[in-house]
């Protein structure tokens, strides 16, 4: 195993291009306060933030010595929903609090049977795709929805 590079205790969403190193996390991963991660140089690094933090793409953690590691979301199994009124599908889908990535011709989301059924039945067409996930971040200044308790 790869010695522990450093700690990063702050992250900060904005877009940062010129990284020391990258983490390539799943939609899960990025929510996350204190976990060793491995880089994609094969470094480690204790990830111990003071709280909870949905990490973004191309977000970074900033590391003690100042050094940055650029957040990039992985390719992970979604559902691709497409739909003549995609805006009537959009909604079912937020009234169940999924999160969801809205695109202007498509929406992606988590891949969830229940969801999936549901979306048929009010006529989505569903298609399973492996791609990056960045899901609309929550309403009221929160990055992610989680019931209605904000």
Same mark, same amino acid.
């Given at each position: ?43 480690? !690094?204790? +990830? =111990? ?5 949905? $990490?973004?793409?191309? %977000? #970074?953690?900033?590391? &003690? ?43 992606? !989301?988590? +891949? =969830? ?5 549901? $979306?048929?039945?009010? %006529? #989505?067409?569903?298609? &399973? ?22």
């Amino acid at each position: 195993m790869n010695a522990l590079l450093c700690t990063a205790r702050r992250y900060s969403d904005h877009t940062h291009s010129d990284a020391d190193d990258q983490l390539t996390l799943t939609y899960e991963d990025r929510f996350l306060r204190r976990k060793v991660l491995t880089c994609e140089s094969g470094a480690q !690094i204790l +990830v =111990d933030l003071s709280q909870t933090t949905s $990490l973004d793409h191309g %977000g #970074a953690l900033i590391l &003690e010595d100042g050094r940055e590691v650029e957040i990039l979301a992985a390719p992970e199994p979604l559902l691709e929903v497409t739909a003549p009124d995609l805006t009537r599908i959009a909604w079912h889908i937020g009234n169940r609090h999924t999160p969801c990535q809205i695109e202007s011709e498509r929406l992606l !989301i988590q +891949v =969830d049977h229940v969801i999936r059924d549901m $979306l048929m039945k009010i %006529g #989505a067409t569903l298609r &399973e795709v492996r791609e990056p996930f960045t899901p609309e971040g929550g309403a009221y200044g929160h990055g992610r929805t989680h019931g209605h308790a904000h």
